[in-house]
Nanobody, 118 residues
Framework: QVQLVESGGGLVQVGGSLRLSCAAS????????MGWYRQTPGKQRELVATITTGGITNYADSVKGRFTISRSNAKSTVYLQMNSLKPEDTATYYC????????????WGQGTQVTVSS
């Protein structure tokens, strides 16, 4: 059974940090680029960061220098370290496996809420 389970979201003050985790089951982790996306009500889901199987990373301009994506192949888990959080980072964060940049492809987790309060 293919499953992605996110954790680590919560409420944090401006300037604070959170670390999101996404544990993958099945065979979807090892052969796929993994990514984090986020979505706020009324807006399209947007890319936050991706990491290839070889460890090459890509970030949205809005999070460069503040967020770091990493993966543990041994644990089939992808992480998103978020530092210097801003109110505009408030969103539901989703983990994605595979599917390239196409939102209708790949596998998605259920999402975890991140709220940055000022």
């Amino acid at each position: 059974q293919v499953q992605l389970v996110e954790s680590g979201g919560g409420l944090v003050q401006v300037g604070g940090s959170l670390r999101l985790s996404c544990a993958a089951s099945g065979s979807i982790f090892s052969g796929n680029t993994m990514g984090w996306y986020r979505q706020t009500p009324g807006k399209q889901r947007e890319l936050v960061a991706t990491i290839t199987t070889g460890g090459i990373t890509n970030y949205a301009d809005s999070v460069k220098g503040r967020f770091t994506i990493s993966r543990s192949n041994a644990k089939s888990t992808v992480y998103l370290q978020m530092n210097s959080l801003k109110p505009e980072d408030t969103a539901t964060y989703y983990c994605k496996a595979g599917g390239g940049s196409y939102l209708h492809l790949g596998y998605w987790g259920q999402g975890t809420q991140v709220t940055v309060s000022s």
